[in-house]
């Protein structure tokens, strides 16, 4: 069962345990535990392990790697994405920034609607504030959240065009 609130229902019912004092012992509010519930609000690993430990129960969060169910272009798009973040540093930032810069003007003025707006946004704020750390994560991330970023990357035309055939022909 991956749905914390689910698991929370589960145990609850396996223990008999009533909204009203699961709140009384574990000191969250009855309200919030319907939400919980109810998958209204989204339950962290260490919320579910203390309400679970007021009922006996520990959780157990079992780690393995997973492959991820990309496209064909979101492959390729990170796998570009992830060579350029090996050659990311602080100076060859301050290299890439006219480019980059260029590109996001570029991008602003083709790109409608959420979230490509807000992204765009986010992209500037990583540049203007040479966060090389949060550039490498949307550079190599396999979440959603990177995926869509990578969507309207401002990261076009620095990778040279030997290593970009490269990158593509590894691809597939």
Not at 8 to 19: A, D, G
Request: glycine share 6%; with cysteine.
């Amino acid at each position: 069962m991956s749905d914390r609130g689910e698991l929370l229902r589960e145990v609850m019912l396996k223990t008999s345990v009533t909204q009203s004092w699961l709140s009384r012992v574990s000191g969250v509010s009855q309200p919030s535990i319907s939400q919980f519930l109810s998958g209204k609000v989204q339950l962290s690993d260490a919320q579910l392990d203390r309400l679970l430990c007021c009922m006996g129960y520990r959780l157990e969060v079992v780690r393995r790697p997973v492959v991820p169910n990309l496209t064909r272009s979101e492959r390729r798009s990170w796998l570009l994405h992830r060579q350029l973040s090996m050659h990311l540093s602080r100076s060859n930032l301050k290299e890439w920034r006219p480019t980059i810069e260029r590109n996001l003007e570029r991008l602003r003025g083709n790109v409608t609607g959420q979230p490509h707006v807000r992204n765009l946004e986010r992209w500037t704020s990583l540049i203007q504030d040479s966060d090389v750390l949060g550039l490498q994560r949307l550079l190599t991330g396999l979440d959603r959240d990177s995926i869509e970023m990578r969507e309207v990357s401002p990261m076009g035309g620095i990778l040279s065009q030997d290593e970009r055939s490269d990158v593509l022909q590894m691809a597939g």
